[in-house]
């Protein structure tokens, strides 16, 4: 049995993911102290089922913001640019964002080892299963030992939720005059399969490859991204909606029907669910903060989350020593990492440093364009991208959750709007909501007391947007 010492700390982090081992790292470094749980036993931390593709953005942000050098023989692969491929029209989409392919288990080892390098204390092996509220705070919470059964209490300032998407606390801490959202809609989770094969044939490419396919992944797609030309993580991912596929039979089609899988051995295989969607309207209660996955902040369109949780729990652990130092683990207290989050743009400040930044409100936008691709037939797909998407075009809808139409492209595009007036309604009405979605997150409210107007006007304009596309 894992033996607790200390019951009471300034911060307890549920979950050493990638999201709560960056906020204990930073936490620790302010002097805070920190205990992380797990219910993992510790060497299983960080042993996830994941695409396993982290963007070189991210890496940098370890590694200039937290001062953590990801060492380079641990990188398995590195990826220069994806494909996105629409397998109707045999149209393919390169971008050329730079990332790596990781092993989840070393990274998630590195990252634990630097948290007990600190001076964390790791209560691992024991699974957090309820909150302690007192007087409309959140002041500590409840641990059962995984081997024993025995439950325990432990107290802090206050607490993260960094449990991942099905969360440990979220939807428990519900307190009155808070405006933290507690649920996820299950129509905002894709569910996923993933197996890591190891390839007779050698490979002919090392890039990531998106696969956009009715016939194999409605409303999601199919990744296969290379750790070595031998080695390959290939999955499939698909929203929750209506009548969702059996995955096992629809990727093993997929491998069927694609010869650099022929005599190909699966190494590893394994599902999980990924919360696609704008991050939490708020994303903190009193004495309580969620980070990662729990707060849906991942990539609505790739499904990419790793590097978000590690910004989160950064961001997320300088606002928690902030409130401690002044003695507020309010809601109020705890704004700022609302606030942070939505609008982080550090990563481009030093001149010639083309990093790309990700923030709250980049998701916002892209959750418009993941919910425009999920209300598409692959007809309407397929006709855009005929004429309405160049390499360019398509990585700022993608990317940057920007869409405009290329001056270059105008004759072709007249002629598609008068053929089909309908799906360029849609791509119009989707510009136009990207532009009301970005301007509200920058009028984002700097306090509580003005969160129900705004979140009354953000509701509306997703509903709106549902209402335009189904
Ligand atoms: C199939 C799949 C493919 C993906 N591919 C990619 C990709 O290629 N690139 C990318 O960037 N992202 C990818 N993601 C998303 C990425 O894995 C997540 O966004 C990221 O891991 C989130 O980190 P986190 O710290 O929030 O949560 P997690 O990594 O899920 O960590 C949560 C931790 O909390 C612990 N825990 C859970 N419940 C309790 C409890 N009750 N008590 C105590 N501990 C608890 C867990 O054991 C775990 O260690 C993928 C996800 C899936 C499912």
């Not at 439950?151 to 440990?168: M, R």
């Not at 398509?394 to 002629?415: A, E």
């Not at 700097?446 to 335009?468: A, S, V």
């Amino acid at each position: 049995m894992n033996k607790i010492k200390q019951s009471s700390y300034d911060l307890i982090i549920v979950g050493a993911g990638s999201g709560g081992c960056s906020a204990a790292i930073e936490a620790c470094k302010k002097g805070l102290t920190v205990c992380l749980i797990d219910r993992k036993p510790k060497e299983l931390i960080g042993k996830k089922v994941c695409g396993d593709l982290i963007g070189q953005a991210h890496i940098k942000f370890l590694e200039n913001k937290m001062r953590l050098k990801y060492p380079k023989d641990k990188i398995e692969c590195i990826i220069n640019q994806t494909e996105t491929i629409n397998t109707k029209n045999k149209k393919s989409y390169l971008s050329y964002e730079k990332g790596y392919m990781l092993n989840r288990h070393t990274f998630g080892q590195f990252f634990l080892a630097h948290t007990k390098k600190l001076g964390v204390t790791i209560i691992d092996n024991q699974k957090v299963i309820a909150p302690i509220i007192k007087n409309d705070f959140l002041i500590g919470v409840i641990l059962k030992d995984n081997d024993s059964g025995n439950e325990t209490k432990i107290y802090s300032k206050i607490v993260i939720d960094s449990s991942g998407a099905i969360s440990a606390l979220r939807e428990k801490v519900k307190i009155k005059g808070t405006y933290l959202e507690n649920k996820i809609k299950k129509s905002d989770f894709a569910v996923s399969l993933r197996q890591i094969r190891t390839l007779k044939k050698g490979l002919d490419f090392t890039h990531a490859k998106l696969i956009l396919s009715e016939k194999y992944a409605k409303s999601g797609y199919i990744w296969i991204f290379p750790y070595s030309k031998t080695k390959v993580n290939v999955g499939i991912g698909v929203p929750i909606k209506g009548k969702v596929p059996n995955l096992n039979n629809a990727l093993e089609a997929f491998i069927k029907d694609n010869k650099i899988f022929d005599n190909s051995k699966i190494i590893d295989s394994g599902g999980g669910i990924i919360p696609l969607r704008r991050p939490l309207d708020s994303m903190v209660s009193n004495g309580f903060m969620v980070v990662g996955d729990t707060a849906s902040q991942v990539n609505p369109i790739t499904g990419g989350g790793i590097g978000q949780s590690i910004l989160a729990g950064y961001i997320a652990a300088d606002v928690a020593y902030k409130a401690i130092k002044k003695n507020d683990f309010s809601q109020e207290g705890l704004w700022e990492y609302n606030l942070k989050f939505i609008k982080f743009n550090e990563y481009s400040q030093k001149k010639g440093d083309d990093t790309k930044y990700y923030n709250g409100t980049l998701q916002a936008n892209l959750d418009v364009v993941k919910q425009f691709y999920q209300s598409s037939s692959e007809e309407e797909l397929e006709y855009i991208s005929n004429n309405y998407l160049n390499d360019d075009i398509f990585k700022n809808l993608s990317i940057k959750g920007q869409f405009s139409i290329s001056s270059k492209l105008k004759i072709k595009i007249i002629i598609a709007i008068i053929k089909k007036p309908k799906i360029f309604l849609k791509l119009f009405n989707m510009a136009i909501k990207i532009k009301k979605i970005s301007k509200l997150y920058k009028n984002y409210p700097k306090t509580p007391k003005e969160f129900p107007k705004w979140k009354n006007k953000i509701d509306k304009e997703y509903q709106h947007i549902n209402k335009l596309l189904n």
